[in-house]
């Protein structure tokens, strides 16, 4: 392998974060199925459950919620980090004495993985998160001095606030030491967390698109991470750090590009706010005209009264159809994936006309499904009890020794550190809780505190 380029021998390691030197225990699984199964029987993963994707939690009619497009995402990233495993093992034999053959487990856990730091309310939480520092009540907290130690966030402290990210939340989440908790946190292999951090520098080199991969806290483990992967560093201006994406995010990255886009479009055609017919022309218009024959010719011995499942067959059909060209791509540009020179999403590479059928998706979705009522009814509701929820708890971590304050902090589970020394680790301790609930627990401490409802005694 050229020193210009990342090596798959390298990148694909068993080694766990947080064990060093020790050895696992063994059983029948690879190291790689064992982090898919912490994952799914782990309470940050069950309680994606009750946390919106896009649409409000169901009602009479079902759509998606961050675990089932949690799930779904994760089958299309094994499929994904299969197709290109065999391809690579095919192009080079020489691998195959590495984990290259288990590219699918890897991929399949860190897209189980990849929105667990989201927090409720989709992402208008998120957004909510970060305005209340850099534009609502939080303000104050830039030049903020702690009257006991003197202590004060640093500029790179209060980047990671006023761009807090969900991606970079999933890293802290998998990584940080809560209270309770053993160093490494889930003790996940190193590559399977590079895997979920789409956006590997830190957050003061965000800019205005808010992405970043790691906060302040977790930089040291990054580091550590892609360090011993051979992960290119990257050359970056004084108290920032940036690397070049590890290969498998591509992969995480597209399988989640096509679930989401593609599901919240059948989403939205449950939903009648994208009518039958205009649903299936998007889906399409994704083939060639020979395919479109074909297609229509199996939609014909489906039951036309049966209109959802029309809509299935041909959901499935988009989403096989950009799985095989993501693998395409990302096999094509193999050398410039490992020499960290390759620009975009693997789905801005794809053929011409998938790529324009899915341009056409994402510009009705932005128009018809991500501003319809309902969505942005969720939004104005969650924008309202995130801010009010971390405006008490900040009032709370920064004057503990106000009655009020004590009351709420006494609610907070002893794993969150909301007593830490450093005002940064209390706020991040803050965000830590807020974010792990889920939407209906955080409207119900919301109806609660403001006296809308009472706990039954």
């Known amino acids: 392998m050229r020193p210009d ?29 064992r982090d898919y199964d912490r994952l799914i029987f782990s309470a940050p993963f069950r309680r994606l459950q009750n946390k919106t994707q896009v649409f409000p939690l169901p009602g009479s009619i079902f759509v998606h919620n961050r675990l089932t497009h949690s799930l779904e995402v994760s089958s299309v990233g094994r499929s994904l980090g299969n197709d290109v495993a065999r391809l690579l093992l095919e192009r080079h034999p020489n691998l ?60 790179r402290q209060w980047e990671d606030l006023t761009h807090f990210d969900g991606n970079a939340n999933a890293f802290r989440l998998l990584t940080h030491h809560f209270e309770g908790r053993r160093p490494g946190g889930f003790v996940m292999t190193y590559s399977t967390l590079a895997s979920i951090v789409k956006y590997p520098f830190s957050s003061n080199l965000a800019g205005d698109h ?9 930089e040291a483990d990054f580091r550590e991470i892609a360090d011993e992967l051979g992960v290119f560093q990257l050359p970056s201006p004084p108290d920032t750090v940036r690397y070049t994406r590890f290969p498998l995010v591509y992969l995480v990255e597209a399988a989640d590009d096509i679930c989401y886009e593609i599901m919240d479009l059948e989403d939205a055609h449950k939903l009648k706010i994208i009518s039958t017919e205009d649903t299936r022309e998007m889906l399409m218009a994704y083939f060639t005209p020979e395919r479109r024959d074909e297609i229509a010719s199996n939609l014909s011995h489906l039951d036309v009264r049966d209109v959802n499942e029309q809509i299935v067959y041909l959901r499935s059909s988009v989403i096989n159809a950009l799985e095989s060209e993501c693998v395409r791509v990302f096999v094509e540009n193999e050398e410039e994936i490992l020499s960290g020179k390759f620009t975009g999403t693997l789905i801005q590479h794809i053929s011409e006309i ?7 998706c994402v510009k009705t979705s932005f128009s018809h499904i991500y501003h319809s009522k309902d969505v942005v009814d969720i939004e104005l509701a969650g924008f309202r009890v995130m801010s009010f929820l971390i405006d008490l708890m900040v009032e709370a971590v920064t004057h503990p020794e106000r009655a009020y304050s004590q009351l709420l902090l ?9 007593h830490a020394p450093r005002l940064y680790d209390r706020l991040m301790a803050v965000l830590d809780y807020i974010s792990g609930m889920t939407d209906v627990y955080a409207l119900d401490l919301y109806r609660k505190i403001n006296g809308m409802s009472f706990p039954i005694i």
């Open 5 to 33: 380029m990342m090596n798959w021998a390298q990148l694909l390691s068993s080694k766990r974060l947080g064990l060093g030197s020790q050895q696992q225990a063994r059983d029948d699984r690879t190291e790689f199925q």
């Open 96 to 155: 195959r004495d590495t984990h290259l053959s288990e590219m699918g487990s890897i991929v399949c856990a860190a897209c189980l993985a990849h929105d667990l730091g989201n927090p409720p309310f989709g992402h208008s939480g998120e957004k909510a998160i970060a305005t209340y520092f850099s534009e609502g009540k939080g303000r104050w907290l830039r030049t903020y001095v702690d009257e006991t130690t003197g202590d004060r966030l640093t500029p």
């Open 210 to 218: 808010q992405k970043f991969g790691f906060f302040e806290a977790e």
């Open 354 to 360: 998938p790529r324009k059928a899915y341009d056409q």
């Open 410 to 418: 006494n609610r907070v589970s002893p794993q969150y550190q909301i």
